[in-house]
Nanobody, 123 residues
Framework: QLVESGGGLVQAAGSLRLSCSAS????????MGWFRQAPGKEREFVAA????????YYSSSVEGRFTVSRDNAKNTLYLQLNGLRPEDTAVYYC??????????????????WGRGTQVTVSS
């Protein structure tokens, strides 16, 4: 089970930190990712991190502004959002991959999803 938290309303150029708490024993062995879905749009990939936390990958729209990290001791995934823009407004979902490397989140459907947390950026 994946449970996101940390969303909210923030002004443009502001920051937020999202967390995703995972239950179960597979977290430490799985790549994890963040996705988002804006109103009227399809869900899109945001960031991925491998099972060790050493390899990360970002969509071009967030690279340099967002940072994904994980704490395997706490079974928790994070997404630091800096330099937020109104176009970042969306529901953000965490997801677990079907393997240990970041590529699984780009090439296959995630194994499981959280319910999402709303991020709203005002101009």
């Amino acid at each position: 089970q994946l449970v996101e938290s940390g969303g909210g309303l923030v002004q443009a150029a502001g920051s937020l930190r999202l967390s995703c708490s995972a239950s179960g024993r597979t977290f430490k062995m799985s790549a994890m990712g963040w996705f988002r879905q804006a109103p009227g749009k399809e869900r899109e990939f945001v960031a991925a991190i491998d099972f060790t936390g050493r390899d990360t990958y970002y969509s071009s729209s967030v690279e340099g502004r967002f940072t994904v990290s994980r704490d395997n001791a706490k079974n928790t995934l994070y997404l630091q959002l800096n330099g937020l823009r109104p176009e970042d407004t969306a529901v953000y979902y965490c997801a677990s991959g079907r393997g240990p490397g970041t590529s699984v989140l780009l090439t296959t459907d995630p194994l499981s999803w959280g319910r999402g947390t709303q991020v709203t950026v005002s101009s």
